[in-house]
């Protein structure tokens, strides 16, 4: 290289050094202004979401960072684009992109995009792209336009789109149903949670509902599916861990002892109660004292229980420290009939007079999160707020206490809770009344207050059989069976029956004039009556299957009019009023299908699976043939 220098002269190497440099310089330019090739991942998907044909030779350009995740979902720049080996390794597990790479020099090809109007069905335009012979539509369209569900989202480390036809799941059946088993898939549901729910009752244990008006009712549905829930939890968790406070009796080396906090003026003692032949504490406070405490300071479960009696007025309260700022919060559980009220970090639940033994038993989490998020509205306004320790208990007035225990779950009792309501407000003609004005559609006259419902009845019913089965006290079953009453009237006469075009029995979840035929009711009705004639033999289920029988042989020869080709129908409006048909929400449908999963368990006539098989299709985008 020196020998080579010494022979040129140094202008002739300004000369060359320069021209080098305009050459590098003007192949920077031409490299800067094409554009490179993206390679988004798992590529099929998205051709089948936005295109006809496969989706190739793919580039956008540094200044213009709305590249395919923009276009589909607003707005998010694209993953970094991998190395070669990183590249060559994801290529191991994803789909080859065809025609990407130049077989001849292995070199990127590319085809530049471009803007252009979308003319939607000669009434609006929209904008989309046209790369090639393709042309793509923006998927927050799109999405609105087939009513299809999609996300962006990390995969690997790369940014995938995932494509929904719909957002609803099916469940597989544990196995043969059974009226002593889980309840559908009701292991799942959390009825408490919903923001329809106003709270769960300090006197009767169960929710009170907001769902069609904002003063809160008592809802034969949501308590007998709050009773399945908890049943069916108890059956698929694990047992709870329990911590025991205070249980006068048992007091040993297992029995966390913490002493009480006795202000001046109180008392706390040791008493022998005869009816219940053991010892428990006796507490009395003056009506300006804090009350007597007991320290509890568990921050891993947030479900307490004890055992109460008083003598005069008093409380319970429970003080939490909480996720605001770790503020204190205290629930307080008042010997009144308030129902529930919030004021300056304080939550009040009336628990009536309460003077003979009762057991309370209050999920902390509900009560803090209904408590703060009480409203005048139908919905409980939501809430970041959470427990995160237990702090201590109070108890205020003269009464005893005993067996303080705090649990990670109590399914059973909130189950009997639901079961001893049931049994407690089932009228002379064996029905649960629901107090609330209901208006189902335009066209049906409303259902004034004090209808009855066979969804209500049938659950219901699914609800008394598991208490019976769990306990033998025949007050369970006999509940059940005074709940077959409304079955056998008709809707006009204050019962639940339709007859359909004269011929097909039908139990009514909405007892409308003209009459509704809601699929989901009367499926869960027909469970219902399944699980009672299952439950109270030849003999006392007679009846029950007389109805039950009736009502499959219905649902048997109806199930076609709820199938719209692409999905199910919810109603059969459309027969009864002429008018559009009310059309199944994914979830309403997918519950049909885990219905009749449910029901192919007992009865093998195969239109369930035929159905069932048909419906799971029309998740996946499936639809009946044209002709």
């Keep these: 290289m020196r020998c080579l220098a010494a022979r040129v002269n140094y202008k002739t190497l300004i000369i060359i050094c320069a021209l080098f440099t305009l050459v590098t310089v003007l192949l920077w330019n031409k490299c800067s202004s094409d554009k490179a090739i993206h390679f988004p991942r798992h590529l099929s998907h ?39 080996d990183a590249f060559h390794q994801e290529q191991q597990r994803a789909p080859p992109v065809a025609s990407i790479l130049n077989n001849n020099a292995n070199k990127l090809l590319s085809i530049k995009y471009e803007e252009m109007d979308c003319l939607i069905n000669d009434d609006y335009t929209i904008k989309g792209r046209k790369e090639g012979n393709e ?17 962006i989202a990390q995969y690997d480390g790369y940014e995938r789109f995932e494509f929904s036809h719909s957002y609803s799941k099916v469940y597989t059946p544990r196995g043969t149903y059974r009226p002593d088993g889980v309840f559908m898939s009701f292991e799942g549901y959390n009825v408490e949670v919903r923001d329809r729910v106003k709270c769960i009752s300090g006197i009767e244990g169960v929710p009170l509902s907001t769902q069609w008006g904002p003063q809160g009712y008592f809802y034969p549905i949501q308590i007998a599916q709050y009773g399945l829930s908890h049943y069916s939890k108890n059956l698929t968790e694990k047992p709870p861990h329990a911590e025991v406070y205070e249980d006068v009796e048992k007091r040993d080396k297992s029995t966390k002892q913490t002493d009480w906090m006795v202000p001046k003026g109180c008392t706390v003692s040791t008493v022998f109660d005869k009816t219940r032949s053991s010892n428990v504490n006796q507490f009395a406070t003056p009506e300006s004292s804090e009350g007597v405490s007991l320290l509890l300071g568990n921050t891993k479960d947030f479900i307490i ?42 939550i009040y639940y009336g628990i009536g007079p ?36 237990v702090v201590r208990l109070v108890a205020k007035g003269k009464g005893f206490i005993d067996n303080i225990t705090i649990v990670t779950t109590a399914h059973m009792p909130a189950f009997f809770a639901a079961s001893d309501w049931l ?91 003209p009459s509704s035929f809601v699929l989901n009711g009367f499926i869960y009705s027909l469970l219902g009556l399944y699980d009672l004639k299952e439950t109270a033999g030849d003999k006392l289920g007679q009846e029950a299957k007389k109805l039950y029988d009736r009502g499959m042989d219905s649902l048997k020869a109806m199930l076609p009019l709820f199938d719209t080709g692409s999905g199910t129908i919810y109603d059969l409006r459309h027969f009864m009023l002429g008018t559009a048909p009310n059309l199944a929400r994914w979830d309403y449908h997918t519950t049909h299908i885990n219905q009749l999963q449910l029901l192919s368990t007992v009865d093998d006539a195969p239109v369930f699976k035929e159905f069932v098989k048909r419906w799971k299709s029309y998740l996946k985008g499936g639809r009946a043939k044209h002709n």
């Design 46 to 84: 998205l051709e089948n979401l936005v295109g006809k044909g496969a989706l190739e030779k793919r580039e956008f350009d540094s200044e213009d960072d709305n590249d395919l995740a923009n276009l589909l979902r607003g707005g998010k720049p694209a993953a970094k684009q991998p190395s070669a």
């Design 135 to 151: 042309v793509y539509l923006p998927f927050n369209w799109i999405e609105k336009y087939f009513e299809v569900y999609g996300k």
């Design 305 to 346: 229980s004890f055992e109460i009696k008083f003598s005069t007025n008093g409380s319970v309260s429970v003080v939490l420290e909480t996720t605001e700022k770790n503020q204190l919060f205290t629930i307080h559980y008042v010997t009144n009939s308030q129902l529930i009220a919030f004021k300056d970090k304080a």
């Design 354 to 389: 309460r003077t003979s033994w009762s057991t309370i038993t209050r999920d902390l989490v509900t009560d803090l999160k209904k408590g703060v998020g009480l409203s005048n509205t139908k919905a409980v306004k939501q809430t970041k707020i959470m427990p995160k320790k």
């Design 423 to 513: 049994v407690r407000n089932q009228d002379d003609k064996g029905g649960w009344p629901i107090m609330v004005t209901r208006k189902l559609g335009e066209g049906f006259k409303s259902l004034e207050p004090g209808w009855y419902s066979a969804m209500a009845q049938g659950q219901a019913m699914s609800t008394l059989v598991r208490a019976y089965l769990l306990t033998r006290e025949q007050v369970y079953l006999n509940s059940a069976l005074r709940a077959i009453m409304p079955f056998t009237l008709k809707s006009e006469d204050h019962g639940v029956k339709a007859v359909f075009m004269n011929k097909y029995d039908w139990y009514e979840e909405y007892p409308t004039a």
